[in-house]
């Protein structure tokens, strides 16, 4: 798929200074020129307390087929992040463009010889709970029926979708993710929910660029994502 089709396929266009704030033209700039700083990325990990979360969610929206908690968490954090244009920018040749339909990139566990699969959502950026609930269980299904076929993903839509993955089996307390092509993309990366003093903790790992993101509405993100939990 050419360039064009991507950024036409996920209603992508390129930003103007008009369309950004004093801060944005200087930080899209500055953290991406390399005379000035090294690496744009920024690597945040936090604990949530998830308690009140998971029990919205037994009482709200387990009772649909075939939902899961992690389905219902992701669910949220993209609805949070629609919230800040920020989190939808990318570096493409060069250029900035905002992309209002991202695809969704989780890395599926499969174990043995292949260990990881990986499956993209796309559409879902609006997607109400019964209908990304569908999708995210029956693409992981799929994935997990058909292990043996592992197959590679373009670089140019692994590089411009949102990461969203559940290491369920690690309760980590850091964790940093290897910077590649630096187009402006977010990683969010799940930990092993753990209970301590009767409170569901959830640990929950942030890769940003800081030219499109920085700890300011990273903290605006995470307070709106924990309202979304408890909707």
Request: aromatic fraction near 14%; charge should be negative; charged fraction near 25%.
């Amino acid at each position: 798929m050419e360039l064009n089709e991507i950024i036409e396929k996920f209603q992508g266009y390129k930003l103007s200074r008009d369309d950004l704030t004093p801060y944005e033209c200087w930080a899209l700039n500055f953290f991406h020129d390399k005379s000035q700083i090294s690496s744009p990325f920024l690597n945040v990990t936090m604990q949530l307390d998830i308690t009140e979360a998971r029990q919205n969610y037994l009482e709200n929206y387990k009772p649909l087929t075939g939902a899961s908690f992690t389905a219902f968490i992701t669910w949220s954090l993209i609805k949070s992040l629609k919230k800040q244009d920020c989190f939808s920018y990318r570096r493409l040749n060069d250029e900035w463009f905002k992309f209002n339909n991202l695809p969704i990139y989780i890395p599926v566990l499969v174990g043995k010889e292949f260990r990881f699969q990986e499956i993209f959502l796309e559409d879902v950026m609006n997607s109400d709970w019964g209908k990304f609930s569908l999708v995210y269980t029956d693409n992981i299904e799929k994935i997990r029926n058909n292990s043996d076929k592992f197959k590679v993903i373009s670089p140019i839509i692994f590089n411009l979708a949102t990461h969203i993955g559940n290491l369920a089996y690690l309760n980590f307390t850091g964790f940093t993710l290897h910077g590649v092509d630096a187009t402006g993309r977010n990683l969010f990366y799940f930990g092993k929910r753990t209970e301590v003093n009767s409170k569901l903790n959830l640990p929950l790992n942030v890769t940003i660029d800081h030219s499109t993101a920085d700890p300011y509405v990273l903290n605006l993100l995470i307070e709106d994502f924990m309202q979304e939990l408890i909707k």
